[in-house]
């Protein structure tokens, strides 16, 4: 049984049509939310990543800060016992 011509006029209007882009547009909108909030998800994995990492960093530059320092100290310290030495030599 084919449907009324009225309810075929309604099935074929602009109303139809429109109704049905706006279904799909809908469910396009859907998709993105769900692909952005996931987008959200990862960036937020990998910032708490970098901060890890820089935190990392800074912490092996305060040693390496730290290991130049006294370097430095017994280069200076080793210079002067040579000075000491050649002088009493």
């Given at each position: 049984?084919?449907p ?28 993105l939310v ?13 910032n708490e ?7 990392r ?7 390496f800060?730290?290991l130049?320092?006294?370097f430095?100290g ?9 000075l000491?030495?050649?002088?009493r030599?």
């Amino acid at each position: 049984m084919s449907p009324s011509p009225s309810k075929r006029r309604r099935q074929d209007s602009p109303f139809a049509a429109a109704n049905a882009a706006f279904g799909d547009l809908q469910d396009m909108q859907s998709v993105l939310v769900e692909r952005f909030e996931k987008l959200e998800t990862t960036l937020n994995s990998i910032n708490e990543h970098l901060r890890t990492i820089d935190n990392r960093l800074e912490s092996m530059d305060v040693r390496f800060n730290s290991l130049d320092a006294r370097f430095s100290g017994l280069a200076q310290e080793s210079t002067l016992n040579s000075l000491f030495e050649d002088i009493r030599g």
